[in-house]
């Protein structure tokens, strides 16, 4: 019990010593999930990044539908680091794998219930009473004689007695809150300014900090010239740091005129040379060479039956390094004293984020406090650590609070990429046009390599081929390999990871299947997924959304579909190209995700993977010329504008499966009904993206 409040479940320690406003509002000792104060105030703690996908109200969802509150009486608090907290199906306190709600769907309906047990109890005492008798409804209990209480009288009395082990969760059929449309609790605040990012963040004192990096990727500073910029205004100490060199000022603008004043000599290191025809013949030899081999995979014996039949059909796609442009750059600040450090920045990776404050800082990781703000886009950009050690390693010299701030420029050339992937892929046929095989070459970067190089040490597989391990269709003999080439940059987690260039080889290739033996495309995939229900559900939903084969005059349609995320999605394009320009008109999108928390979510979760797929499909392509990012902004990295959205149905399958993951479902599927569709208007098959690179008429 703290304050008169109710303590349920997991203990935490309790919270550092905080000067930040929005942190000091926050109750001293918390639980792992809930508190009821006496005040009858109502917090939920939230162990996952609200970046826009929300999880600040998706979550809580789940906690009030058992604890018979209102959503709207519910106040979010994002979680600390604590063990609680750790998302077993990521290894760590993390947000990603589109799995937030498919890991909290009964956790946290289960915290709720039994906070809702207790609170009866407490109340069955005093009143002297069965529990059996009382009843609760929208934070109070009730029982047949007339006797009330709200749940914040009852908390301190409810926090004497034992957690329940066993609780009885709701039916589907009691529900009042899941699955049912929610207005997002991240809203209002939104709206006013209130909202805090990672880049709204004062504390008492804070100074702005800037920080030149290597132009070449991978190189460093061999000499730095500060006169100039330490003589210029407001300007409070210019230093190297294990990441670059850093300037920190009175104010952004000050920090940044005399980044611009700092004379650096780089040493671009190993990758003066490097450029995109460099890393693309390197993925070449690797891929026609097998050199590299690391994992292999079959189901019945693919090399036989491709040598044995009657046709075969042989494709080659290649997928280009895509940046995340999240929206808000890169930001950390960190506030360092003798025996402890706080941070506060948007993560994905709060574990992680501790530990790399710790180690600059010269820290335990327990000495570490990791306050989460909203994250202005993650896409999977923000499980990586790289922007926290400069801004520790400012604070802790300087002694007072840094912020440090990322340019646009800094954020785009200084990236953890997609990486570039080639997919070679072959199929054979009777003579009466049956698919018997499927083989599936990948040659790609590694990511696994780089975070997790335990895990490849022990299992050959990597995350670059997820999807593809999980190939759905029924073909007798499928078999998947993959290459590692390295390229000499780093890599990174991309919003959809394997799914999107594993889903647009398979997908674009299965339509070329289909073309080489005159089957509808639909009708093709409905026939390879016949004993899989749910998948077939999704895909004649979608032709029956999109009028498959039936398009407006002038526009022409292509399919997609995947089974990701333990989700089931399909997309249907239409588009027209009109003297070589290629207009997308429409995208419908179905999806069975099981057991959906805010139906509203998910709707505006679709729409955002289809404009993110469709950003990437058009135009995205990172270029490198002497081991330099070329694209610096959105002018040279091109994104979704207003007038090129097109009109995107979303609907989402009533299911009582268990919930999948949304996130990023949708982006894979974009690219590879758009270039069916490009096929169907044009004749030409597109088997390297961006979709800009090409001449279509």
Partial sequence: MAGGGLVLAVTLPALARKTHPAAAAAPAPLNAWLRIGADDSITVLVDRSEMGQGVYTALPMLLAEELDVDLQRIRVVAAP????????????????????????????????????????????????????????????????????????????????????????????????????????????????????????????????????????????????????????????????????VVVVADHFWQALKARNALKITWDPGPNARLDNAAFWASIDHTASTGEGLRAKMSRGDTASALKSAERTLNAVYDLPLLAHATMEPMNCTADVRRDHCDVYLGTQIQDGAQAAAAQAAGLKNDQVDVHTTLLGGGFGRRLEVDFIPAAVEASKALGIPVKLVWTREDDMTHDFFRPPAREAVSAGFDARGKLLAWGLHITSPSITARVSPSTVASDPFDSVIEYAQNFPYAVPNYSLSFSRREIGIDVGYWRSVSHTPNCFAIECFLDEVAAAVSRDPLELRLALLEDKPRHVAVLEEAARRSGWGHPPQGRFQGLAFMEGYTSHIAQVAEISVTGGALKVHKITCVIDCGQMVNPRIVESQIESGIVYGLSAALWGDISLKAGQVRETNFHTYRVLRSNEMPEIDAYSMPSAAPPGGVGEAAVPLVAPAVCNAIFAATGKRLRRLPIASHRLG
């Fill in 81 to 244: 680091v604590g063990a609680a907290y750790v998302n077993v199906g990521n290894g760590g306190q993390i947000t990603g794998t589109s799995n937030s709600v498919p890991d909290a769907w009964a956790k946290l309906r289960t915290a709720g219930a039994q906070a809702r047990n207790m609170l009866i109890g407490a109340a069955a005492r005093q009143w002297r009473v069965d529990p059996a008798e009382c009843r609760t409804t929208n934070g109070r209990v009730l029982d047949a004689r007339g006797h009330s209480a709200s749940y914040g009288e009852l908390a301190a009395a409810a926090a004497t007695l034992p957690v329940p082990k066993d609780v009885k969760l709701k039916p589907p059929a009691d529900f009042r809150l899941i699955g049912k449309p929610q207005g997002r609790l991240d809203t209002p605040a939104k709206v006013d300014g209130s909202a805090e990012f990672g880049l709204d963040v004062q504390l008492p004192g804070m100074k702005y900090a800037v920080i030149a990096l290597s132009p070449t990727l991978g190189g460093k500073a061999a000499a730095v010239d500060a006169t100039a910029a330490e003589a210029m205004p407001g300007v409070r100490r210019v230093m190297t740091t294990s990441s670059g």
